[in-house]
């Protein structure tokens, strides 16, 4: 066996976490995974008497720190802006994410009803995300693309589109909101959402009933 110690295994440990946090499209999961990696790199370099590594790891946790800080705290300014569907932007979004959209709606097919809901969310002005839904019942919208993009995947947005934006789907006649989960990643984020799976016409689908959001 390989003579090494705790201590060791401790700096792989980190070593390994920063590299994975590197690999994250989404700025909140590379902090958080880059805030575990510089925690175990600061305790390493102390316990093996490296304080520089220690040090500067130690700082690089409080960097991290202040900006999870800023992420979750600092106030955003969220807007929807209705959808054209013959817009140059939108087919020059659908072409740019295409294969992002594909590996969570594999069966998206790229175009929109006459009877669709469709609007991007601004998040500081930013085109963050974009929903598309289709009249399925006389009171429910069936979701065909719930889509953020990877730098703004922290629920945010889905939380604002679900729980901030009633109303809006209220106003249009909506009181139920329904999905497919194609992939284990999407049934998660859904569930997130607070849709519920049930059984609809012999299919597994997922329901999230809407109600004011006004006091």
Same mark, same amino acid.
Request: glycine letters at 6%; proline letters at 3%; one cysteine or more.
């Given at each position: 066996?390989? @003579?090494? !110690? ?9 070593? =390994? #976490?920063?590299? +994975?946090?590197? #690999?994250?499209?989404? &700025?909140?999961?590379?902090?958080? =995974?880059? #805030? ?20 500067? @790891? ?12 800023? &992420? ?8 929807? *802006?209705?959808?054209?569907? !013959?817009?140059?932007?939108? %087919? ?5 994410? $295409?294969?992002?959209?594909? $590996?969570?709606?594999? %069966? ?5 009803? /006459? ?8 998040? @500081? ?18 979701? %065909? ?8 995947? !922290? ?5 604002? +589109?679900? /729980? !901030? %934006?009633? @109303? ?13 989960? +194609? ?7 859904? *569930? ?6 049930? +059984? ?16």
């Amino acid at each position: 066996m390989l @003579n090494i !110690d705790w201590a060791e295994w401790l700096g792989y440990s980190a070593s =390994i #976490l920063i590299l +994975i946090s590197l #690999l994250m499209s989404s &700025i909140a999961k590379l902090r958080w =995974i880059n #805030l575990g990696g510089s925690i175990l790199f600061s305790l390493y370099g102390f316990l093996i008497g490296a304080l520089p590594v220690g040090i500067v @790891n130690l700082c690089i946790t409080i960097i991290n720190i202040y900006h999870l800080t800023k &992420i979750y705290k600092v106030k955003e300014y969220f807007r929807i *802006l209705p959808i054209n569907p !013959d817009s140059e932007y939108l %087919q020059y979004f659908f072409s740019f994410y $295409k294969e992002d959209i594909k $590996k969570y709606l594999p %069966q998206f097919n790229f175009r929109i009803a /006459e009877n669709s809901v469709g609007f991007y969310v601004l998040r @500081n002005l930013v085109p963050a995300g974009i929903f598309l839904g289709e009249k399925y019942e006389e009171d429910a919208l069936l979701v %065909q693309l719930d889509f953020v993009i990877p730098e703004y995947r !922290d629920f945010k947005i889905g939380k604002y +589109i679900y /729980e !901030d %934006q009633k @109303n809006y789907f209220l106003n249009l006649g909506y009181t139920y909101l329904y999905s497919h989960a +194609i992939t284990e990643k999407h049934k998660s984020y859904l *569930l997130k959402m607070g849709f519920k799976e049930v +059984i609809k016409n012999n299919k597994k689908m997922f329901v999230k009933g809407i109600s004011s959001s006004e006091k």
